[in-house]
Every structure is written in C-alpha cells, then in structure tokens.
C-alpha cells in the first residue's frame, strides 16, 4: 500500500504550504487519517489528525490555530494546510491511515505510512 506525501518545501518564517498524501481507494476508505512529523533528533510526533467521515480533527498544541487538516474522500486525498510557519516547524512530515475511522494521537494507532515530506523554514 502506497501512500504519496508531497507538497513540502523551502518557506520563509511566517509563510505557508499545503502538504497532500493520496491514497488508493481501499486504502483511504473508512479509515481516519493523520500527519504526524520527526525534526532531527527528536522522536516522531503526531501534528494532526481527521475521522474518516471528515468532521471531527485534532491538533497538537503546537500547531493549533495555525494548521488545518482536511480531506477529500472522492479524491482519497487528504491535506495538511500549514500557515504562520515557524522555524520549529521544520521536519518531515509523514502522512499515515488509522486503523480504525476514528484518528489518535499514537502512531501505533497507524498502520500504512507515506515515505515523507521535507518542510524547511527559514528564520
């Protein structure tokens, strides 16, 4: 199973990007779906995640009022829209389905990942 994260990039602080992870239909079909991201020498964490059916997310702290997760399911596509980019934002970021329809925080909770995308702000 081949999940496709792209979208990542160089931006100045401040800026923004839209990741996308798509996803084959069996794939995608009713399973929640998250990002989550690794910085350099730190341990992977979770940046936000959305239920199969779209209408309930969830975000890290540290990215709350600044990220929107959404997603289109006649696409199999799912986005992280990322605004006010701050250097600590930099790292790659991993898209990843839920086993179940329902999205959580723990990465044990996923069981398909996509091979990542490198996000880069400048200060």
């Known amino acids: 199973v081949q999940l496709q994260a792209s979208g990542g990039g160089l931006v100045q602080a401040g800026g923004s990007l839209r990741l996308s992870c798509a996803a084959p239909?069996?794939?995608?079909?009713?399973?929640?779906m998250g990002w989550f991201r690794q910085a350099p020498g730190k341990e992977r964490e979770f940046v936000a995640g959305?239920?199969?059916?779209?209408?309930?997310?969830g975000y890290a702290d540290s990215v709350k009022g600044r990220f929107t997760i959404s997603r289109d399911n006649d696409k199999n596509t799912v986005y992280l829209q990322m605004n006010s980019l701050k250097p600590e934002d930099m790292a790659v970021y991993y898209c990843?389905?839920?086993?179940?329809?329902?999205?959580?925080?723990?990465?044990?909770?996923?069981?398909?990942w996509g091979q990542g995308t490198l996000v880069t702000v400048s200060s």
């Open positions: 990843a389905r839920s086993r179940n329809s329902y999205f959580n925080t723990r990465s044990n909770d996923y069981d398909y």
């Open positions: 239909g069996r794939t995608f079909s009713n399973h929640a």
């Open positions: 959305i239920s199969w059916s779209g209408g309930n997310t």
